[in-house]
């Protein structure tokens, strides 16, 4: 049974920071692009943030300096690190593991920024 388990979310004063984990059950994870997405009520879901199986991360221009992602390979995790929080970040945070033949996401975790 696959499973995405966000946790870490909350809510936290603009200029805050805050850790999201992703712990990830029943598929390769090693083998899996993982990604952090977001969305604010009433946008579309966005992405935020990628991490390669080699390690190779890309980000969103508005997260670009602010937040990182990391992967633990042996833990089953993908991390989200986000510093320097605005009330702009405030959404719900979902993780996704993907390769060519699958694609899963986590049920999302809240992340309020407060100004």
């Known amino acids: 049974q696959v499973q995405l388990v966000e946790s870490g979310g909350g809510l936290v004063q603009s200029g805050g920071s805050l850790r999201l984990s992703c712990a990830a059950s029943?598929?390769?994870?090693?083998?899996?692009?993982m990604s952090w997405y977001r969305q604010a009520p009433g946008k579309e879901r966005e992405l935020v943030a990628t991490?390669?199986?080699?390690?190779?991360?890309n980000y969103a221009e508005s997260v670009k300096g602010r937040f990182t992602i990391s992967r633990d390979n042996a833990k089953n995790t993908v991390y989200l690190q986000m510093n320097s929080l605005k009330p702009e970040d405030t959404a719900v945070y979902y993780c996704?593991?993907?390769?060519?033949?699958?694609?899963?996401w986590g049920q999302g975790t809240q992340v309020t920024v407060s100004s």
């Open positions: 029943g598929f390769t994870f090693s083998s899996s692009t």
């Open positions: 991490i390669s199986v080699g390690g190779t991360t």
């Open positions: 996704k593991a993907s390769r060519l033949w699958y694609t899963y």
